[in-house]
């Protein structure tokens, strides 16, 4: 996902050009990855852009940074708004937004006090993660030799820049073995999550994903793809799993906003189920696209159209709470 270089960026309450949108080498997050993030995705509906589950990509923003004991100078619905913004501002149908909240440039040393809380806002147009033949075909996936980060080590639901160290390691390794993915175990030997997305597996008609406790984001995706299988009838448990599960499930998939809902066809060369898309993988699929897109009533209020006047809140964006 190479960046076309142009386009506005939202640094501390102004709008700046990409190629200016930069943080000095000495920054506190560069060295020590004091960082929280988030990850979220703008569609093009029928009724014009709409980010997908705003409010909570926001929460979940602010929550990251009350965990790492960052206090951002902007508050929740000041972010909200500036996401709305930028996106107005870059005039973009779709596109995937990445606030970060970072300690940044005072002075250098493991203390991160001394620095200031910034934030910042960057979006580009992006469509798949993997290629579009994945979301219907699936991917081939490996167990991961990486542990994922145990939770008295770095927070799960933290969305923290220094997380992803750890998701990296996972990454790089199933790439150089010529797999896509990898899914992690956490410190308990049971099933956690890929790299950047949760895990779902279908057996039997019922639906699985690891808890929170098996250091796994609480992914929004995640929260939406249980949500419509509830809808759709489908039992969801939300349980430990051991491994072996990922060679007995007859179907699984990975949920994320990157990821979106892509099925797995075979870990460890072992073929899930048939060894392709599921039919409840593909009913949830289908229902989550069509949410996302606008072609399904949106019952659970998910979308915010950066146009219509419910998508604006009352606060300006270059408001800050405090500075
Ligand atoms: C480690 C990890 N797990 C799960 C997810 C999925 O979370 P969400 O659906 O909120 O994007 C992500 C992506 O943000 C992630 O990085």
Same mark, same amino acid.
């Given at each position: 996902?190479?960046? %076309?270089?142009?386009?506005?960026?939202?640094?501390?309450?102004?709008?700046?050009?990409?190629?200016?949108?930069?943080?000095?080498?000495?920054?506190?997050?560069?060295?020590?990855?004091?960082? +929280?993030?988030?990850?979220?995705?703008?569609?093009?509906?029928?009724?014009?852009?709409?980010?997908? *589950?705003?409010?909570?990509?926001?929460?979940?923003?602010?929550?990251s940074a009350r965990?790492?004991?960052?206090?951002?100078?902007?508050?929740?619905?000041?972010?909200?708004?500036?996401?709305?913004?930028?996106?107005?501002?870059? /005039?973009?149908?779709?596109?995937?937004?990445?606030? @970060?909240?970072?300690?940044?440039?005072?002075?250098?040393?493991? $203390?991160? #006090?001394?620095? %200031?809380? /910034?934030?910042a806002i960057i979006?580009? &147009?992006?469509? =798949?993660?993997? =290629?579009? &033949?994945?979301?219907?075909?699936?991917?081939?996936?490996?167990?991961?030799?990486?542990?994922?980060?145990?939770? $008295?080590?770095?927070?799960?639901?933290?969305?923290?820049?220094s997380n992803y160290?750890?998701?990296?390691?996972?990454?790089?390794?199933?790439?150089?073995?010529?797999?896509?993915?990898?899914?992690?175990?956490?410190?308990?030997?049971?099933?956690?999550?890929?790299?950047?997305? $949760?895990?779902?597996?279908?057996?039997?008609?019922?639906?699985?994903? %690891?808890?929170?406790?098996?250091?796994?984001?609480?992914?929004?995706?995640?929260?939406?793809?249980?949500? @419509?299988?509830?809808?759709?009838?489908?039992?969801?448990?939300?349980?430990?799993?051991? *491994?072996?599960?990922?060679?007995?499930?007859?179907?699984? #998939? #990975?949920?994320? =906003?990157?990821?979106?809902?892509?099925? @797995?066809?075979?870990?460890?060369?072992?073929?899930?189920?048939?060894?392709?898309?599921?039919? @409840?993988?593909?009913?949830?699929?289908?229902? #989550?696209?069509?949410?996302? *897109?606008?072609?399904?009533? /949106?019952?659970?209020?998910?979308?915010?159209? +950066?146009?219509?006047?419910?998508?604006?809140?009352?606060?300006?964006?270059?408001?800050?709470?405090? *500075?």
């Amino acid at each position: 996902m190479g960046f %076309p270089g142009t386009g506005k960026v939202w640094m501390n309450g102004a709008l700046v050009e990409w190629k200016d949108a930069n943080i000095h080498v000495a920054s506190h997050v560069v060295h020590y990855g004091s960082g +929280v993030f988030e990850g979220a995705r703008c569609y093009d509906t029928k009724n014009g852009p709409a980010c997908f *589950r705003l409010d909570e990509h926001v929460r979940r923003l602010m929550e990251s940074a009350r965990i790492y004991r960052m206090d951002p100078p902007y508050d929740a619905a000041v972010i909200r708004q500036a996401i709305l913004d930028t996106i107005l501002a870059n /005039d973009f149908k779709a596109c995937y937004i990445r606030p @970060i909240v970072y300690r940044g440039y005072e002075a250098l040393g493991v $203390n991160p #006090f001394p620095c %200031p809380v /910034d934030v910042a806002i960057i979006l580009w &147009e992006w469509t =798949t993660m993997f =290629t579009a &033949e994945s979301l219907e075909q699936g991917l081939d996936v490996k167990v991961s030799t990486w542990t994922r980060i145990a939770p $008295n080590t770095l927070p799960a639901l933290a969305k923290s820049v220094s997380n992803y160290a750890n998701s990296q390691l996972i990454k790089m390794e199933a790439l150089v073995e010529g797999y896509s993915e990898a899914i992690a175990l956490d410190h308990n030997g049971f099933l956690s999550e890929g790299s950047g997305q $949760n895990l779902f597996l279908v057996r039997d008609g019922a639906l699985y994903t %690891p808890p929170t406790a098996s250091s796994v984001l609480g992914g929004i995706t995640r929260d939406s793809v249980m949500t @419509i299988a509830r809808d759709l009838g489908f039992e969801v448990r939300e349980q430990v799993l051991p *491994r072996e599960m990922l060679y007995l499930a007859d179907e699984a #998939f #990975f949920a994320g =906003t990157a990821v979106e809902v892509t099925p @797995i066809r075979s870990v460890d060369k072992i073929k899930v189920g048939g060894g392709a898309r599921g039919p @409840i993988t593909e009913a949830i699929q289908s229902r #989550f696209f069509d949410i996302v *897109r606008g072609e399904s009533p /949106d019952t659970h209020g998910w979308l915010s159209f +950066v146009r219509s006047p419910a998508a604006t809140g009352p606060a300006k964006s270059g408001a800050a709470k405090s *500075r």
